[in-house]
């Protein structure tokens, strides 16, 4: 059974830091690719970033970049989305996903097999 859990989202002042955590369990981490995709409300899920964990690849929307940073610990399963320096405008639901193959067009939701539930992140002006 392949699992996604997401985690450390909260409440936080502009400019402020946060940092997701997307714990994976019931595949083989290191073959998947793993991407956050953010969802405010009124709007379309929107990918912010992806990892291979296979090769460490990554990817980054313009919005996000230079801002937040992906990063995976094959060892505990876990891909992180370090976010620094968020705006109002990155308040979402943020949920990560998994697939077994390295997606092409790594911000399509439907390159993503599996998700995992969101966490809300609200960034206050």
């Known amino acids: 059974d392949v699992q996604l859990q997401a985690s450390g989202g909260g409440l936080v002042q502009a400019g402020g830091s946060l940092r997701l955590s997307c714990a994976a369990s019931g595949f083989t981490f290191d073959d998947y690719a793993i991407g956050w995709f953010r969802q405010a409300p009124g709007k379309e899920r929107e990918g912010v970033s992806c990892i291979s964990s296979s090769d460490g690849s990554t990817y980054y929307a313009d919005s996000v970049k230079g801002r937040f940073t992906i990063s995976s610990d094959n060892a505990k399963n876990t891909v992180y989305l370090q976010m620094n320096s968020l705006k109002p405008e990155d308040t979402a639901v943020y949920y990560c996903?998994?697939?077994?193959?390295?997606?092409?067009?790594?911000?399509?939701?439907?390159?993503?097999?599996?998700w995992g539930q969101g966490t809300l992140v609200t960034v206050s002006s």
């Open positions: 996903a998994a697939d077994p193959v390295i997606p092409v067009r790594p911000w399509d939701p439907w390159a993503y097999e599996y």
